[in-house]
């Protein structure tokens, strides 16, 4: 697994830009009009697909989930187990 997912998906995004604009600068034939709207669709779509491709690879904030679909939750804090600490001693009780 990465650690970086939006951003190798960014890059590889970018790669299929620069790609277009190598291949014409080498002297790919494209009409003005189609170079134009190609341009035009890959920068209006960019953001779009980045969100849709790398939403999958990271984990939301709001319901995090493992792999499987387990959710993922906090460990307990001593004031979740009722001042009681896992290792079975008694939390620090704060001062009044």
Do not use: H, Y
Request: with cysteine.
């Amino acid at each position: 697994m990465s650690r970086n997912p939006l951003l190798i998906r960014a890059c590889a995004v970018a790669a299929v830009g620069i790609l277009a604009a190598f291949a014409e600068a080498r002297g790919v034939p494209l009409p003005p009009l189609v170079r134009d709207n190609l341009t035009e669709a890959a920068i209006a779509a960019a953001p779009f697909v980045l969100a849709f491709w790398g939403r999958r690879k990271v984990t939301p904030v709001s319901d995090p989930r493992s792999a499987d679909g387990t959710p993922l939750v906090p460990a307990p804090t001593p004031s979740d187990l009722g001042g009681i600490v896992p290792d079975g001693s008694e939390a620090a009780q704060p001062r009044a």
